[in-house]
């Protein structure tokens, strides 16, 4: 069984770009979440999918966007990078949207915003 | 709102010293719990969960009771390795809106 991966593991972006960060979920699941680690804090959550649609939403800004495609895989894209959006981004799924709440996660894409 | 508070660390243990992190929560209904675990460099790894009152989770010698009356889940171990050498997060399912609620992590360093 394959476990949750993303893609790219590191990536340094400037402020202003924009960046896309992915994520497939693990076999047989069905819903994606994605957080957001700054360092030396906990994650946060910025929103979750389930079969395409957008499911619950942190409070994050509008440039943070996801989605999610019918192989349950899923990105997410921050427009107009800020040097705050420096963090770890981790990926987890869950079996279906009614047992979301055991979320099983990737090691995470490391962006550094310069 | 719903939250998560845990002990400060850094913990600094000697190998097969008895390790508990403590962990207290707010909510309104009663959560599943649980704890991750993050390796140096890696993502978050579930190491144990309850899901109702008076259950014990347990995993690789880690333990942790959802104690309702104290809402707490303090994590232990009776016997910790170098290898147990990492931060560790205490988490609540947050029914409502989709999402685990985190705590801000502690970090273990266990020394030979």
């Known amino acids: 069984e394959t476990g949750v991966t993303q893609s790219p593991t590191h990536l340094i972006k400037t402020r202003g770009q924009q960046v896309t960060l992915r994520c497939s979920s693990q076999?047989?699941?069905?819903?994606v979440s994605w957080y957001q680690q700054a360092l030396g804090q906990g994650p946060q959550f910025i929103f979750q999918?389930?079969?395409?649609?957008?499911?619950g939403r942190g409070n994050f800004p509008p440039r943070f966007s996801g989605l999610q495609f019918p192989n349950y895989s899923s990105e997410l894209n921050v427009n107009a990078l800020e040097l705050d959006d420096s963090a770890l981004y981790l990926c987890?799924?869950?079996?279906?949207?009614?047992?979301?709440?055991?979320?099983?996660f990737g090691p995470g894409t490391r962006l550094l915003v310069l | 709102g719903n939250s998560v508070t845990q002990m400060e660390g850094p913990v600094t243990l000697s190998e097969e010293a008895f390790l508990t992190i403590n962990c207290t929560y707010t909510?309104?209904?009663?959560?599943?719990l649980f704890w991750y675990v993050q390796y140096p460099g890696e993502g978050l790894q579930l190491l144990l969960k309850?899901?109702?009152?008076?259950d014990k989770g347990s995993n690789k010698g880690f333990e942790a009771t959802y104690r309702k009356e104290t809402t707490s889940f303090h994590l232990e171990k009776g016997s910790v390795q170098v290898s147990d050498s990492a931060v560790y997060f205490c988490?609540?399912?947050?029914?409502?809106?989709?999402?685990?609620?985190f705590g801000a992590g502690t970090r273990l360093a266990v020394h030979p």
């Open positions: 999918y389930y079969r395409e649609e957008e499911n």
């Open positions: 909510a309104t209904g009663y959560p599943s």
């Open positions: 988490a609540l399912f947050s029914g409502g809106y989709n999402k685990l609620i």
């Open positions: 987890a799924s869950s079996v279906d949207r009614g047992q979301q709440e055991t979320q099983y």
């Open positions: 309850a899901t109702k009152a008076d």
């Open positions: 076999s047989g699941h069905n819903t």
